[in-house]
């Protein structure tokens, strides 16, 4: 997993996206379809103002489209471009391969059992690796 995150986040540094315009991405990719931007500001856990101008940026460079929505009008729906979603695709596609590769050097039974439960993992809208982001010692004892 450690090699699968570190060709992610080369992917990732190469994109010149900051982490707040990837984080809405990412939300707007594991949604089951367009977004407020209220529902995008909970989601990343940003302010609705530092929320919008992330969007307003996104736009700007078409992975995001803004649109009204068809029942009130004062609120505007969030959704990928299709340029949007290769991009995650593409991210996605860099931590599939990077699980494949090593898989592949498991014994068939393993491999494909280890590949289902990494598969859940990667895809999922939680990220369990937070938790350990931070040692216990580093937690226990702030600087």
Do not use: W
């Amino acid at each position: 997993m450690a090699v699968a995150k570190t060709n992610a986040t080369d992917f990732l540094a190469e994109s010149e996206l900051t982490l707040s315009q990837l984080k809405v991405l990412f939300a707007l990719g594991s949604s089951d379809g367009p977004m407020s931007v209220n529902e995008l500001a909970d989601r990343i856990h940003l302010s609705l103002a530092a929320t919008g101008r992330i969007i307003d940026k996104l736009v700007g460079v078409t992975l995001v489209n803004r649109r009204e929505d068809t029942v009130d009008r004062r609120v505007k729906r969030i959704s990928l471009t299709d340029s949007g979603q290769e991009f995650i695709d593409s991210e996605r596609a860099v931590m599939d391969d990077t699980i494949t590769r090593f898989v592949s050097t498991l014994p068939a039974d393993i491999g494909e059992q280890l590949r289902a439960a990494l598969d859940r993992i990667v895809r999922a809208d939680t990220d369990y690796f937070a938790a350990c982001s931070h040692s216990p010692r580093t937690a226990a004892h702030p600087v």
